[in-house]
């Protein structure tokens, strides 16, 4: 498959502050990439150097096969959405999206047609004649997509387009966009921090963190197989604990937290008897008074809180020492009984916890406090 964005050793520095350090990775034609990571930790650097408002201080950036270094935005075959779209408030719809073939000194009839191509295209036909103002913010948001769209770029770069807009419209345009750039096939590559946006479009997803990528893979790999222990608290939402590696075997360790409690974990990981480990669990593998516990990891909590959400309703809960724990309530009229003040048992699979080293095993408590 063609690789429409090929990046590779990319270095950004400002004085002594290190945004982008040796990040490496290609994009194929027609995917839709996404850069998830934490403010700050050098996604708008990296996108903004794709699309030619930096220049990397090392390493390469190219676009099917041609080296953009020196290349001026202008002149990339990649445009960028901005967070708050910039759309030209005292044109209409059609002389927005017209801007760029404009410039580029395209003819009128061509103009028009591509204008209401594009429209047709986004979902937004007969649309050309409104003023902007008189938009949706989902609307508003296909026309800033159009803009670009219309000039053929080989890329679309998105910079947290949907950052501004509230959290309904936001759920609706994940699924928009994810439909948009199915329709179209273009290369989108976008950045974002909520995870969600991430998971629900993308085909990869690369977590960043401190100007590096964490771990690169489909959003079913970085939520369910996450290589580092920031993936596993950045994606999705964790339980943790504490504890010291009691018995290695070849795919599984058993597992004594600081509260005492003994778990088994699958995993191929090094971890030595006698050494830390922090373990990971997501709130959905918890199962609450499983009815076939043989093989689970068992032990009992205290419902503190029923926090209702619909279909991801959770439970708080504690265990004796007061070590707080998020369970998953699914919304089948099983758990209608349980209620604040009540003691629940809960287990999970072995398979569904995911432990690493410690993270500051030196730190750490004495093994023989647990």
């Not at 994009?27 to 408002?53: D, E, H, N, Y």
């Not at 960043?208 to 999705?236: D, W």
């Not at 043989?294 to 205290?302: H, P, R, S």
């Amino acid at each position: 498959m063609e690789i429409d964005l090929s990046v590779k050793n990319c270095v950004k520095s400002f004085g002594s502050f290190l945004a982008v350090d040796q990040v490496t990775f290609d994009v194929p034609q027609g995917a839709f990439f996404s850069i998830l990571g934490p403010s700050g930790c050098g996604k708008t650097t990296l996108l903004r150097m794709v699309a030619g408002f930096e220049e990397p201080t090392s390493g390469s950036i190219m676009i099917r096969g041609r080296d953009m270094r020196g290349v001026l935005p202008n002149r990339r075959p990649a445009n960028l959405v901005f967070q708050h779209l910039a759309l030209f408030p005292m044109m209409t719809v059609a002389e927005n999206i017209a801007f760029g073939l404009r410039r580029r000194k395209v003819a009128a009839p061509e103009i028009r047609r591509r204008t209401d191509d594009i429209l047709e295209r986004v979902g937004l036909p007969g649309y050309g004649e409104k003023r902007v103002d008189q938009l949706s913010g989902g609307q508003k948001q296909r026309v800033a997509i159009a803009r670009c769209l219309v000039l053929d770029p080989l890329v679309l770069l998105l910079d947290e387009p949907l950052g501004a807009l509230d959290l309904k419209l936001r759920e609706q345009m994940k699924i928009e966009l994810k439909k948009l750039q199915a329709k179209v096939g273009t290369t989108f590559v976008y950045i974002t921090h909520d995870q969600s946006e991430a998971l629900v479009m993308s085909d990869v997803v690369a977590v960043m963190n401190k100007g590096r990528f964490e771990q690169m893979g489909s959003p079913q790999t970085l939520y369910h197989a996450p290589k580092t222990p920031f993936v596993a608290r950045f994606v999705g939402e964790n339980n943790t604990w504490a504890g010291v590696v009691e018995q290695k075997g070849d795919d599984a360790v058993t597992i004594r937290t600081d509260e005492g409690f003994v778990f088994r974990v699958a995993t191929r990981r090094p971890l030595a008897a006698g050494s830390r480990a922090d373990l990971f669990l997501r709130p959905e593998a918890m199962r609450i008074e499983p009815r076939e516990p043989g093989g689970l990891n068992l032990f009992t909590v205290a419902v503190r809180a029923i926090l209702f959400d619909g279909a991801a309703s959770r439970l708080l809960t504690a265990t004796d020492s007061g070590h707080e724990l998020m369970v998953a309530l699914p919304q089948n009229r099983r758990f209608d009984h349980i209620a604040p003040g009540q003691t629940i048992t809960v287990g999970w699979h072995p398979e569904s916890g995911v432990c690493f080293p410690a993270a500051h095993p030196a730190s750490a408590a004495d093994p023989g406090e647990a």
